[in-house]
């Protein structure tokens, strides 16, 4: 790996390490202005919302253009997003924002991989990508948490007591807003030394409905390809379940450990430090060939989340969180890699991620909504861990039953 490829993983990192931090950001400003209970998980819904309506747009946006300016102008979107946060507007609203640019980045964030990189280095490439995505997402929570603490917000609100300036900040969580704000400028900077790279699979058309139309051929296309589809549905579902995951670690840890919620966000932490192992782990032993025998390791996931239930002690509850996230790591990495060359291959790298947002995010919203169900319905933590778990484990079952065999062979090779 050379001198470009670590610039884009620093771009990454403090784009994403923005990203998670402005969740719980976000989330203490909707407390702080006494938003209704429900509008915390309606706002994720918002910042989704973005990656599910503009995937047939962003992913010929991002070949349209070097990826490396792609990005640049997505994590200044972001950085609106924060100001308008601080300027008033409503949380939601500004947030989805966010979720604009986000929805931007992520096809140029993948796609310059497979551009910039050989097939064989994909496996390693994601396993980078997604330890240091998962490192932001500690990392995001505990700055998150830092600067929103009382004691905290208090010493830095005192640097905004300008004479004759008036900053408008006057709460810890506009504060943390505007700090995390800076991560996005640092972020773009990074994205201004990116490598260059030629324009590849550059769209024939910009028309809305010709782009419309060519992203159901691309969706139909991955959905169609046989090693396309699994890694489709295994990233689709993972994704879908992580984000409810965490929101069900949340509640969980209230009720079974009597966690504050800041302790609860902590405790989420020993999920991405799983998953950063199992990504390590899996760019180490697993080749792009073999990506589809990890599937047995998803099932098992299910199981394990199954586990969650019975447990009241903290010690075992971080074991098992620990757990999850590096069954997590190591079954989507190489899964990512399958599904980036084998888009790459057929539509181009921005229209195969975009293809993949979509999924992934549609996934998110939907179980999401099904988790919110759940609660207004009045069942317990536990019995809506039971239905995540037991979800999880089938999915991966049935892929597994009808994909278990395959085996992806590299272009260029022979058996």
């Known amino acids: 790996m050379n001198r470009g490829f670590y610039t884009i993983m620093a771009a990454q990192f403090f784009s994403a390490l923005g990203d998670n931090a402005l969740l719980f950001a976000a989330i203490a400003l909707l407390?702080?202005?006494?938003?209704?209970?429900?509008?915390?998980?309606?706002?994720?819904?918002?910042?989704?919302?973005?990656?599910?309506?503009?995937?047939?747009?962003v992913g010929a946006f991002a070949d349209s253009l070097p990826?490396?300016?792609?990005?640049?102008?997505?994590?200044?979107?972001?950085?609106?997003?924060?100001?308008?946060m601080l300027v008033g507007v409503n949380p939601l609203v500004a947030?989805?924002?966010?979720?604009?640019?986000?929805?931007?980045?992520?096809?140029?964030?993948?796609?310059?991989?497979?551009?910039?990189?050989?097939?064989?280095?994909?496996?390693?490439?994601?396993?980078?990508?997604?330890?240091?995505?998962?490192?932001?997402?500690?990392?995001?929570?505990?700055?998150?948490?830092?600067?929103?603490?009382?004691?905290?917000?208090?010493e830095l609100l005192t640097l905004t007591?300008?004479?004759?300036?008036?900053?408008?900040?006057?709460?810890?969580?506009?504060?943390?807003i505007a700090i995390i704000s800076s991560l996005y400028l640092i972020a773009a900077i990074f994205n201004l030394y990116i490598p260059r790279l030629p324009i590849d699979h550059k769209p024939l058309k910009r028309n809305p409905v010709f782009l419309l139309k060519d992203f159901?051929?691309?969706?139909?296309?991955?959905?169609?390809?046989?090693?396309?589809?699994?890694?489709?549905?295994?990233?689709?579902?993972?994704?879908?379940?992580?984000?409810?995951?965490?929101?069900?670690?949340?509640?969980?840890?209230?009720?079974?450990?009597?966690?504050?919620?800041?302790?609860?966000?902590?405790?989420?932490?020993?999920?991405?430090?799983?998953?950063?192992?199992?990504?390590?782990?899996?760019a180490k032993f697993i080749s792009m060939e073999k990506a589809v025998k990890v599937l047995p390791v998803g099932i098992a996931m299910g199981m394990v989340v199954l586990a969650m239930i019975p447990v009241t002690n903290p010690t075992l509850a971080i074991t098992l969180l620990f757990i999850i996230g590096i069954m997590g790591g190591f079954f989507v990495v190489p899964m990512n890699a399958l599904?980036?060359?084998?888009?790459?291959?057929?539509?181009?790298?921005?229209?195969?991620?975009a293809v993949q947002n979509f999924n992934e995010n549609l996934s998110i919203f939907l179980m999401l909504g099904l988790y919110s169900l759940l609660e207004w319905q009045g069942l317990s933590i536990y019995a809506i861990i039971a239905v995540f778990g037991l979800m999880?484990?089938?999915?991966?079952?049935?892929?597994?039953?009808i994909h278990g065999h395959d085996q992806y062979q590299l272009p260029g090779q022979s058996h």
């Open 339 to 353: 599904l980036q060359h084998r888009g790459h291959l057929l539509m181009g790298a921005g229209s195969s991620i």
């Open 95 to 154: 947030y989805g924002l966010v979720g604009f640019g986000a929805a931007a980045y992520s096809p140029a964030k993948y796609g310059i991989l497979t551009e910039y990189l050989p097939a064989e280095k994909l496996v390693l490439a994601n396993g980078w990508i997604e330890g240091l995505t998962v490192a932001a997402i500690v990392l995001g929570g505990g700055v998150s948490a830092f600067l929103i603490s009382p004691h905290i917000a208090q």
């Open 216 to 282: 159901m051929h691309c969706f139909r296309l991955l959905w169609k390809d046989p090693l396309g589809q699994v890694s489709l549905a295994v990233t689709t579902l993972f994704w879908g379940s992580g984000a409810t995951l965490r929101l069900i670690v949340l509640s969980w840890a209230a009720v079974s450990l009597h966690y504050s919620q800041s302790k609860a966000i902590l405790l989420t932490v020993y999920v991405a430090l799983g998953i950063a192992l199992g990504a390590i782990t899996a």
């Open 31 to 57: 407390t702080e202005i006494h938003a209704p209970s429900w509008h915390t998980p309606i706002l994720q819904s918002f910042f989704v919302f973005s990656y599910i309506v503009l995937a047939p747009f």
């Open 161 to 176: 007591d300008i004479p004759y300036i008036n900053t408008g900040i006057e709460t810890a969580p506009e504060m943390a």
């Open 392 to 401: 999880l484990s089938l999915a991966m079952g049935v892929l597994y039953k």
């Open 67 to 84: 990826k490396g300016r792609v990005m640049f102008i997505s994590n200044t979107i972001k950085f609106l997003g924060c100001l308008a």
